[in-house]
């Protein structure tokens, strides 16, 4: 079952987007370490199947998140005969810490700061961590969809990734998508952790 927060919803594999606020309806769909998936496509079908209302539907486009949740988002749009963009979101890593993200940014400069992380460096290391993930990510766009900024005007954008371990990346598409124009946002996952639930669900 999925999760509604505020301006957008999230749609776990389990069922369709509920229409409440802030709530958490189904707790036992909310994956921790077992995988649900043989692959990322098995993993998009399963998300085509929990979210029928969307199929043919006007006025939606799939955005699949750069790289892992791109094969997750053409299994879905393919499913849903829907049509499909790509977003390439980095990740920002820590300075001395790369693994752990201290936020995401986006190719136009969208971005998302764990300030809990960020307060402890100086504002030199963030601008240039900030900096380097989006040279990455423009390098990437320029790649993928020849830099062309992303249109959904009066859209609905549904934006797919094939988890959310921290949610930093779904933080930047959603800042992606509203710059866009996009007129609602559904967030489509795979599976969810506990941990980036709770996260969500104080936002």
């Known amino acids: 079952m999925p999760l509604l927060f505020q301006d957008f919803s999230i749609a776990t594999a389990t069922g369709p987007p509920n229409r409440g606020r802030r709530t958490l309806t189904a707790p036992a769909s909310v994956m921790h370490h077992r995988l649900m998936f043989q692959d990322r496509a098995q993993a998009g079908a399963a998300l085509a199947a929990a979210m029928p209302e969307f199929r043919k539907k006007a006025n939606v486009?799939?955005?699949?998140?750069?790289?892992?949740?791109?094969?997750v988002a053409a299994e879905l749009a393919r499913l849903l005969d829907l049509p499909l963009d790509v977003l390439c979101v980095r990740k920002v890593g820590t300075?001395?810490?790369?693994?752990?993200?201290?936020g995401a940014v986006a190719p136009q400069g969208e971005r998302y700061t764990n300030r809990r992380?960020?307060?402890?460096?100086?504002?030199?290391?963030?601008?240039?961590?900030?900096?380097?993930?989006t040279a990455q990510a423009r390098e990437m766009?320029?790649?993928l969809r020849g830099g062309i900024p992303m249109m959904l005007v009066g859209r609905t954008a549904v934006?797919?990734?094939d988890g959310a371990?921290?949610?930093a990346s779904i933080r930047a598409a959603l800042a992606v998508a509203r710059n866009a124009g996009a007129?609602?946002?559904?967030?489509?996952l795979?599976?969810?952790?506990?941990?980036?639930?709770?996260r969500l669900e104080r936002e």
Do not use: C, S
């Not at 960020?118 to 993930?133: F, G, M």
């Not at 795979?190 to 709770?198: D, N, Q, S, W």
């Open 159 to 161: 934006i797919v990734d």
């Open 61 to 71: 486009t799939v955005v699949g998140l750069a790289r892992g949740g791109v094969e």
């Open 141 to 143: 766009d320029e790649r």
């Open 183 to 188: 007129r609602q946002t559904v967030i489509a």
């Open 95 to 102: 300075p001395g810490h790369p693994e752990l993200a201290m």
């Open 165 to 167: 371990a921290t949610g």
């Open 117 to 133: 992380i960020a307060t402890r460096l100086n504002p030199a290391q963030i601008d240039a961590a900030y900096d380097a993930a």
């Open 190 to 198: 795979p599976v969810l952790p506990l941990l980036a639930v709770e």
